[in-house]
């Protein structure tokens, strides 16, 4: 009896207490409190204070990993010869329906046949580039452009101003008394309001060239001398009525940005081409079109999948339609860059690699120079040639151009390539990455949180 009224006290003491600090509590609140002494109570809070400082904790520790990463590869680069060069073809121009389409895989080759459409020009010429660079290369895209529009020649330029910010503010002015050249450096924040705005934070990746709406280019090259020698990237060249909708992209583009006065008006005839279809990226509207034109490829996959592509981050949709690929026969050859020229996307790229390798998708790494390319062909029949990486800023962000070509001539010639570019590339070996180094390993681990941001 002692013992049941002894319990019955202490319930009683604990139910007391309970109250009086919610009475308190009630007490110390007052609605005119200031915001800074919420935060203060919130802070101390056991659950708020571990969460902030487990997420502090993992964000030093992520910068510090990207650090560290960053001197090693720095050191390496320095201590690396120069190199001779890397394997590429030269690939003839080949038929695909009403259009003729030519591949590019040496920069300084695509380069001179850009030039060149330039110099033919007639009436207009539409140019947008991620990145043009101030060298020797991008001086002679400029001064060229220039001579063409004082020769009456309509020429709009579009360049991407993140892209450009390392790129002298001095290269980027042009001349004003040309009333044929119009420039545009694309910014997505106009007003105060739009930094509230997810989709303005998307970038003008697109890399494309149209002159007289009949030849077109396409594909993953900036404008700059490094490029031109040093990177193996992917270009297309269009022949034909395909090449309309590579304008109106442009002018889509372009119009969207300006007031009506200052609207592109001259439009190309277009039609509906069962060969080349072009998709676009538009962050604005929230379509996305190449992603879901990669998984729908690969879904139809029956015997193989080539894959190249820069920065090999997938989304769970798109990885799970390789696994399933594999699991019905499909070979899939995945070919990436070992070392490029972002060390933050190489790591949190090499995180997917266990996996792959465990599914049976082959992962091949270019060593002697950075692959920027972002192409794929399957089955011998279908290839895509564009500026969209496989990551979320590419699949879900940027403003992006693909292209889709059915032809079984280009698939052969997408899939030469391909094979040209292992002769540089290693196949990893699943026995080989399970015994890479620990702290390759956990690395990869604590960058895997940045997947959401690339």
């Known amino acids: 009896m002692r013992a049941k009224r002894t319990r019955q006290a202490l319930r009683a003491i604990q139910t007391t207490t309970r ?9 110390r609140w007052r609605p005119e409190r200031t915001a800074r002494e919420l935060w203060h109570d919130w802070r101390r809070l056991p659950v708020v204070r571990m969460t902030a ?89 400029k001064e060229r452009l220039i001579r063409r529009a004082r020769e009456g020649v309509d020429v709009y330029i ?34 105060p309001w739009h930094i509230f705005d997810p989709r303005r934070y998307a970038l003008d990746h697109r890399k494309l060239l149209v002159v007289d709406g009949r030849i077109g280019f396409i594909g993953g090259y900036n404008i700059g001398s490094l490029y031109a020698t040093e990177w193996r990237d992917t270009h297309m060249r269009i022949r034909g009525p395909a090449v309309a909708d590579l304008a109106q992209s442009f002018v889509d583009f372009w119009n969207a940005r300006h007031s009506r006065v200052k609207r592109i008006r001259r439009r190309y005839q277009r039609r509906f081409d069962p060969f080349i279809q072009l998709h676009s990226n538009d962050a604005l509207r929230l379509t996305f079109p190449i992603r879901d034109m990669y998984i729908d490829a690969i879904d139809r996959a029956d015997h193989h999948i080539y894959l190249t592509n820069a920065y090999f981050v997938p989304d769970h949709v798109l990885l799970e339609a390789l696994k399933a690929a594999v699991e019905r026969g499909v070979d899939v050859q995945v070919l990436l860059p070992w070392t490029s020229n972002h060390i933050v996307a190489d790591w949190v790229s090499r995180g997917y690699f266990a996996d792959c390798l465990k599914y049976g998708i ?27 990486n496989l990551d979320r800023l590419s699949s879900v962000g940027n403003y992006e151009i693909n292209v889709e070509i059915y032809s079984e001539a280009l698939a052969r010639q997408m899939e030469e390539l391909f094979t040209c ?26 960058l895997a949180p940045l997947r959401l941001m690339l």
């Open 421 to 446: 570019d292992k002769l540089n590339a290693p196949e990893l070996t699943l026995e080989g990455w399970i015994h890479r180094p620990w702290y390759q390993e956990v690395s990869e681990r604590i």
């Open 19 to 27: 109250v009086t600090g919610a009475l308190h509590a009630i007490r």
């Open 362 to 388: 082959r992962i091949f790494g270019y060593r002697k120079a950075m692959i920027h390319a972002k192409t794929c062909t399957i089955d011998g029949q279908w290839s895509t040639i564009g500026t969209a």
């Open 158 to 191: 579009i360049f991407d101003g993140f892209g450009n910010l390392v790129v002298p503010g001095a290269f980027k002015q042009f001349p004003l008394d040309i009333p044929h050249l119009h420039v545009m450096r694309y910014t997505p924040f106009h007003r």
């Open 53 to 141: 400082a487990a997420v502090a904790g993992l964000l030093a520790l992520q910068a510090a990993t990207v650090a560290v990463l960053s001197v090693v590869v720095a050191s390496r680069r320095k201590r690396r010869r120069l190199l001779e060069g890397f394997p590429y073809l030269h690939l003839p121009e080949t038929p695909v329906g009403d259009n003729s389409v030519r591949v590019y895989s040496y920069g300084r080759d695509l380069y001179d046949a850009m030039i060149a459409a330039i110099e033919h020009a007639k009436e207009r010429i539409y140019l947008e580039s991620f990145i043009w660079k101030d060298d020797a290369v991008g001086e002679e895209f």
